[in-house]
């Protein structure tokens, strides 16, 4: 029988292929090849990962190594890793990112740049699947630089237009903080155990043997543990956009919006959440970086939560949303509930990708108008839209028995059941929050009357199927995925929590680490389930009181003008990134322009001009030398002797 694991390199080295072929074909290429290359790459690989899920069964993991890259005493053996937590991720990548192909090729079908997005998309994937199957950490770095590439190529797309958008490089260049440091942690690891492979090292640091090492004292009044997780997080902070590296997120919106929904769903944001489950074991070895990390993630949750609620262009409400989001993914991981962290990034890719894909789909009815203010009415010129946006909305909201219910009770259940009621109030109140942003984008979106041109009016049409196919298969996802996580609460006497149990081979919890699961009472339990759906049903309410009714606009206008400061500080986001510009960008804009004057421009080009203006004198002065006349010839010849006679006797 076949056995479809030993082709587990394929499934990241198909859209590579395709990438490569797309971007290697001639300048007006056939578009329905470029179409089978683009879907082809990304269909295949998720074929073969499902292959390779079912050939997983009854296994714990399945490695592969490829080849040895040495370098001294270093071996990295470079290869791909499957188990449970890897087979997540994989299925989500594939699905989530095949359904975003196919929804870019009725999106993006008349863009000019079609063929060079389908390369970029491809590629896109690889670097993903590279990240999440590496067996290595290297593996993984690679990957996750080579997602940082695809973003600023994904992001900066349109860089022919008249005023090209910044927000490619603004990407590239914060992720870049995060990625030094998660290098150093690299460093540290290899210092300590010569190795990076997860097998080699995770035996090292099992919940038995525990070696003294990673307790012992290392930098900055660190252990070992505490120094590798501070300076994975803070490369978690920058690949998944938390404080204070958030910022260049929402600015990716320049792009085309499949590539948001790509970004936010499936790939690269998930990509820090992912790396700290990875590192589960060393994380539950620094319990202090651990609660820095539920901190973090919970003060980003509300932080971008409350600049959500202010926004007005469709796609920046959905960029905070997943900002928020992540923060409920990294509270819920600092809090040592691994399982949930991960729950919540797979029912996350379903909604917010049909989100996004929604919003797609709006912007493409509206001729590329993304502020919700000039909307409004849509309801019945895009039936299909409007429905399967809905049920993202309800999904994300946490309304049962939707996913988002799920994951996101899952996450505000360990805040509660290891006693850090903060973190769990702190979580509820951002749940309100969502709730709230969310229902006030759908209604002044679709509901209300019509507040765009009559152009804009005359032009709005439903989306083509191949746009509208993929919608409805995440709407199915957004409504069952969850279900795979069943809380006991919901399953009296037995546990048949499918997503716990198959996570468990990877997830081992040490004897003393708070796991997020400990039993508060059925009681309880329930009231707080009962409490989160009301303050997300409220949330949902509230907003559909203020934004539902034809006066939306200046319904919500009147909250703004009873509280113009509180308003003015949302809208303009804090003013975090005219914080950033004044401290950060351009004193090292102006550092940079003195260097380039005063080290480029004086001291490297004028060395170089004063030894050209030096040997252009010399040869000037010997000019005059040469006469052409015998006699003065002779006459430097017989000075030149009587000058070597002088050196000898001297």
Request: charged share 10%; with cysteine.
């Amino acid at each position: 029988m076949l056995d479809y694991l030993e082709y587990l390199w394929l499934i990241p080295l198909l859209p590579l292929a395709t990438a490569a072929l797309n971007g290697l074909l001639g300048r007006r290429p056939p578009k329905a090849l470029v179409t089978a290359l683009g879907l082809g790459g990304p269909f295949l690989s998720l074929v073969l990962a499902l292959l390779c899920l079912l050939d997983l069964r009854g296994r714990e993991m399945f490695e592969q190594v490829l080849y040895a890259w040495t370098a001294g005493p270093l071996r990295i053996d470079v290869g791909f890793l499957l188990d449970p937590l890897s087979a997540v991720m994989l299925f989500v990548v594939t699905f989530v990112g095949f359904l975003i192909h196919v929804y870019s090729a009725g999106y993006m079908g008349h863009d000019p740049g079609y063929r060079r997005y389908f390369a970029y998309l491809n590629l896109f994937m690889w670097a993903m699947l590279t990240l999440i199957l590496g067996n290595n950490y290297l593996v993984m770095f690679v990957g996750w630089e080579g997602v940082g590439l695809c973003s600023y190529l994904l992001i900066g797309f349109y860089f022919e237009e008249a005023v090209p958008p910044a927000a490619g490089k603004k990407a590239f260049i914060v992720n870049r903080i995060g990625d030094f440091a998660f290098l150093v942690g690299m460093f540290a690891l290899i210092s300590a155990f010569g190795t990076l492979r997860y097998t080699e090292l995770f035996n090292k640091v099992n919940p038995v043997a525990s070696p003294a090492i990673l307790g012992e004292p290392y930098l900055w009044g660190l252990t070992l543990a505490g120094f590798v997780a501070l300076c994975f997080f803070i490369g978690a902070t920058g690949k998944s956009a938390q404080i204070p590296l958030y910022v260049w997120l929402p600015d990716a919106m320049a792009g085309p919006t499949p590539v948001s929904a790509l970004i936010h769903a499936a790939t690269m944001v998930t990509a820090g959440v992912y790396m700290v489950a990875r590192s589960n074991l060393i994380y539950q070895h620094a319990p202090g970086i651990s609660m820095l990390v539920a901190v973090i993630g919970a003060l980003t949750a509300i932080f971008a939560a409350t600049i959500g609620m202010a926004q007005t262009d469709i796609k920046k409400v959905l960029a905070y949303s997943t900002v928020s989001q992540l923060g409920y993914m990294f509270m819920a991981a600092g809090l040592m509930a691994y399982t949930a962290a991960i729950f919540h990034v797979m029912t996350h890719a379903f909604f917010k990708a049909l989100l996004f894909l929604g919003s797609g789909s709006v912007i493409h009815a509206m001729g590329g108008e993304q502020d919700m203010r000039k909307m409004g009415g849509l309801k019945s010129r895009l039936p299909h839209t409007h429905l399967t946006f809905w049920i993202g909305t309800l999904a994300i909201a946490g309304i049962p028995p939707l996913a988002g219910f799920f994951s996101k009770d899952e996450i505000l259940h360990a805040a509660a059941s290891s006693g850090h009621w903060l973190l769990w109030l702190v979580g509820l109140i951002t749940a309100g929050m969502t709730a709230f942003y969310m229902a006030r984008a759908f209604y002044m979106t679709f509901h209300g009357k019509f507040r765009g041109t009559h152009e804009q009016e005359h032009h709005l049409h439903e989306s083509p199927w191949s746009m509208l196919a993929p919608l409805w298969i995440l709407a199915v996802g957004a409504i069952a995925a969850g279900w795979l996580g069943i809380p006991k609460l919901f399953s009296p006497g037995r546990d048949i929590n499918l997503f716990h149990h198959f996570l468990e081979p990877v997830i081992h919890l040490r004897q003393g680490a708070e796991s997020g699961e400990h039993n508060i009472g059925t009681g309880l339990e329930l009231a707080l389930v009962v409490l989160t759906t009301l303050v997300a049903a409220g949330g949902l309410f509230y907003a559909r009181s203020i934004y539902r009714p034809a006066n939306a606009l200046e319904r919500g206008g009147a909250w703004a003008d009873r509280f113009p400061a509180i308003h003015r500080l949302l809208v303009h986001k804090y003013y975090v990134d005219e914080i950033y510009d004044r401290l950060i960008v351009r004193p090292l804009a102006a550092l940079s322009a003195f260097f380039w004057k005063g080290v480029d421009n004086l001291a490297i080009d004028g060395s170089i001009k004063a030894g050209a203006w030096l040997t252009e004198l010399t040869g000037e002065v010997g000019r005059l030398s040469t006469t052409g006349n015998v006699r003065n010839y002779a006459l430097y010849f017989f000075l030149g002797v009587i000058a070597l006679f002088a050196w000898l006797l001297i």
